[in-house]
């Protein structure tokens, strides 16, 4: 089945404690991006990758890392994660440029304390 | 001005009645445009999307563009309970860029 995974789906933890979400996709999709949404501000895109070892800032990048070493992983890392980053958060891929449907994950939420 | 503009709603409609949900977009370069539904806690799903001036019909979605003013919108046809959601308009650049969402009530 076609499906861009991400893990873990719900994660607590607290200021500081570096944390990695995982996002892979089965689709051999070129681009792949990350979003957080917040209450009364939307989705709103953290880092989008075009293709391996491409990566680039969305509209929210700071706290944030990516890698993108393989096609079908793109993971999200908080190197110190503040409570400010509480949000719930979703992978999404494309399978490449002058194609329309973005294919998003199931979402993980997150709360820092 | 924001990128992307739409009415938070909510916006509550009767069971079978039309919903019309409006967006408005401030790139006048925007070539994409894109209506997505997300229930509560799931995630977004595309519905539509359409980059023509004009209507494009799929079911009982419509799409309309008008690219002078800058401005898109969705009908929803005999609304359901089950329509009831966010609706997000998104336009696209290199990336996505959403709105912050209308939510839709349908009433039975």
């Known amino acids: 089945e076609a499906q861009v995974t991400q893990n873990p789906r719900y994660l607590i933890t607290v200021t500081g404690k570096k944390l990695t979400v995982t996002c892979s996709q089965n689709m051999n999709h070129e681009y792949m991006s990350w979003y957080r949404q917040d209450p009364g501000l939307g989705l709103r895109q953290i880092y989008y990758s075009m293709n391996v070892e491409v990566t680039d800032k969305g509209d929210v990048p700071e706290g944030y890392k990516v890698s993108r070493k393989e096609k079908r992983n793109f993971p999200l890392i908080l190197e110190s994660p503040s409570p400010n980053q509480t949000s719930l958060y979703f992978c999404?891929?494309?399978?490449?440029?002058?194609?329309?449907?973005?294919?998003f994950g199931p979402g993980t939420r997150l709360t820092v304390t | 001005q924001k990128e992307v503009e739409q009415n938070s709603g909510p916006l509550s409609v009767p069971e079978g009645a039309i919903a019309s949900l409006n967006c408005t977009y401030s790139d006048r370069g925007s070539q994409s445009f894109f209506w997505y539904r997300q229930y509560s806690g799931k995630s977004p799903e595309l519905i539509m999307f359409i980059y023509s001036n004009g209507d494009k019909e799929d079911g009982r979605f419509t799409a309309q563009l008008n690219k002078a003013s800058q401005y898109v919108s969705l009908l929803i046809r005999d609304s359901q309970p089950s329509d009831s959601a966010t609706y997000l308009c998104a336009v696209k650049r290199t990336a996505l860029i959403f709105g912050k969402g209308t939510t839709l009530s349908v009433s039975s």
């Open positions: 999404a891929s494309i399978p490449g440029q002058g194609v329309y449907e973005q294919y």
